[in-house]
């Protein structure tokens, strides 16, 4: 059944509304449908459990593992954010070959937090590149989105050459049925060579990502904790009508620089010392958090 043309601008961000001309499920990660509400981006925080079972650095049970996430998912939603994204951080040095023990840890880790976040916009996504196995314990977990890496065009990650896989990931979505499950796609992500797509401005990656039906794009800087570019923010921001993220580097002093962005993803600020591996600190995400509400207002 072809979707409206009509634009929803729910709270915090922006509808989506693709090139095509057809209307998106508002189902999340931010959107509550029909509430207009206009630059006031939702913060998104980042839950990075300790490393999952098999993997270099792993050794907690999995008892452990979960009691962590959910412990840290608790001070975000304390703490008033948006959304929680869970993701296996932790699993130095990343694969492109994620094994069943990593899904089902994730699986199980997601669905804790679920039990504890249950209004909270809550995805996942699960290094490196394994999209179509975050779709399924998405699913599974009822979770409302997932963060893709490597949707359109080839780069050389740290784990090797990635391909575009927005035509099997979308086609695997509708296969399992999951299409209220959100897509937010990283473009010329950080951590990766984009020497291959050199002559492909941000601004045309954009728009290729939009065209190949991304439910929203998420923009970085070159690595973890780096600050994104403003101007880059803005130029993708007016090339394309779904939204826009900023997926790292934001903090307490330099939220005001993002604010044209549909949402803020924060980990490393969040963190004691502002190191990704460290563990949450809650007095940084309440005191980033009354900030963003009084910038709000």
Not at 64 to 78: G, L, N
Not at 134 to 159: K, N, Q, T, Y
Not at 221 to 236: H, K, M, N, Y
Request: glycine content about 8%; proline content about 5%; charged content about 20%.
């Amino acid at each position: 059944m072809p979707r409206k043309t009509k634009t929803v601008f729910p709270p915090l961000c922006s509808s989506l509304t693709d090139p095509l001309k057809r209307e998106h499920e508002v189902s999340g990660p931010f959107w509550t449908p029909k509430i207009c509400c206009y630059r006031n981006d939702p913060c998104e925080s980042l839950t990075s459990f300790s490393s999952t079972s098999g993997t270099p650095l792993g050794c907690m049970k999995m008892f452990q593992i979960t009691e962590e996430a959910c412990r840290e998912a608790e001070i975000y939603r304390e703490a008033g954010v948006d959304g929680v994204i869970i993701e296996n951080m932790h699993d130095i040095p990343y694969s492109f070959s994620v094994g069943p023990e990593v899904c089902s840890c994730m699986t199980a880790v997601c669905t804790a937090v679920r039990s504890i976040c249950p209004s909270l916009p809550l995805g996942v996504q699960i290094l490196s590149s394994a999209n179509q196995q975050a779709l399924a314990v998405a699913l599974a977990s009822g979770l409302d989105f997932i963060r893709a890496e490597g949707f359109i065009f080839s780069h050389v990650a740290d784990e090797g050459l990635l391909n575009a896989c927005a035509g099997d990931l979308l086609r695997y979505r509708k296969q399992i049925g999951a299409e209220h499950v959100q897509i937010f796609t990283d473009i010329k992500k950080k951590h990766s060579s984009h020497a291959l797509t050199s002559d492909v401005s941000i601004e045309e990656t954009a728009r290729a990502a939009e065209f190949f039906l991304s439910d929203g794009l998420i923009i970085t800087g070159t690595s973890t904790g780096v600050q994104a570019d403003p101007q880059e923010l803005r130029a993708v921001s007016q090339s394309v009508r779904i939204p826009v993220l900023i997926g790292s580097g934001v903090t307490y002093d330099n939220m005001e620089r993002y604010l044209d962005a549909s949402g803020m993803i924060i980990g490393s600020h969040f963190k004691k010392g502002g190191h990704w591996a460290d563990t949450v600190d809650p007095e940084k995400v309440k005191k980033f958090m009354e900030k963003i509400r009084d910038l709000r207002t």
